[in-house]
């Protein structure tokens, strides 16, 4: 199992930028594809952005593609995701978790270990 701890979430303006982090232990980074959801108040959580296991390939969500990017140092058993352009439609709680299927990158249900999420707030 791998234990996920999520940072950097918090309350910004419009316009603004955050950088989550997700820190792993338990088990080494590098062999898990890393997923990022979220989940609006009121909405069902979401697909926000997926990197494969080395980083080569990642996979957006048409709502934040172009302002998202998400990357991962796992020398440091570190996922990250940089968030810019922030809007209150991006205002959730934001979960990294960690799934074995590259091909299923987008599938919440094929993710294994989540974190607890990390709070953003975008005000207008």
């Known amino acids: 199992q791998v234990q996920l701890v999520e940072s950097g979430g918090g309350l910004v303006q419009a316009g603004d930028s955050l950088r989550l982090s997700c820190a792993a232990s338990?088990?080494?980074?590098?062999?898990?594809?890393m997923g990022w959801f979220r989940q609006a108040p009121g909405k069902e959580r979401e697909f926000v952005a997926g990197?494969?296991?080395?980083?080569?390939?990642?996979l957006y969500a048409d709502s934040v593609k172009g302002r998202f990017t998400i990357s991962r140092d796992n020398a440091k058993n570190t996922g990250y995701l940089q968030m810019n352009s922030l809007g209150p439609e991006d205002t959730a709680v934001y979960y990294c978790a960690v799934g074995l299927r590259e091909a299923a990158v987008r599938d919440q249900n094929e993710y294994r270990d989540w974190g607890q999420g990390t709070r953003v707030t975008v005000s207008s």
């Open positions: 338990g088990r080494t980074l590098s062999g898990y594809i």
């Open positions: 990197i494969s296991r080395f980083g080569s390939r990642q």
